[in-house]
């Protein structure tokens, strides 16, 4: 089993940058895949970026690119989401989730573990 706690949302202004992080217990969390998802009011929960388990495949999704930014430090069993140039439509609930594995994967049944979520809201 692994446990996953996130931290670092809150409010920010429209271009401001908030850095998320998700630290793992309760399993060597050095080899799992960790994905970050988001959902916002109304709408379904989607993809936004993933790492693999030695940190050398990192993706993301379009609407991401070249703002958020997936790392992870295996030493302290985190992954952090840096998130740059933040715009409104970037509000959500953000949630980091993993699964053994040595691919990226961005479909949540792909994911066996999840954390409660961290509220990140963009004011325009």
């Known amino acids: 089993q692994v446990q996953l706690v996130e931290s670092g949302g809150g409010l920010v202004q429209a271009g401001g940058s908030l850095r998320l992080s998700c630290a793992a217990s309760g399993h060597t969390f050095s080899t799992y895949t960790v994905g970050w998802f988001r959902q916002a009011p109304g709408k379904e929960r989607e993809f936004v970026a993933a790492?693999?388990?030695?940190?050398?495949?990192?993706y993301s999704t379009d609407s991401v690119k070249g703002r958020f930014t997936i790392s992870r430090d295996n030493a302290k069993n985190t992954v952090y989401l840096q998130m740059n140039s933040l715009k409104p439509e970037d509000t959500a609930v953000y949630y980091c989730a993993a699964r053994y594995g040595t691919s990226w994967y961005s479909k949540l049944n792909e994911y066996n573990y999840w954390g409660q979520g961290t509220q990140v809201t963009v004011s325009s």
């Open positions: 790492i693999t388990w030695t940190g050398g495949s990192t």
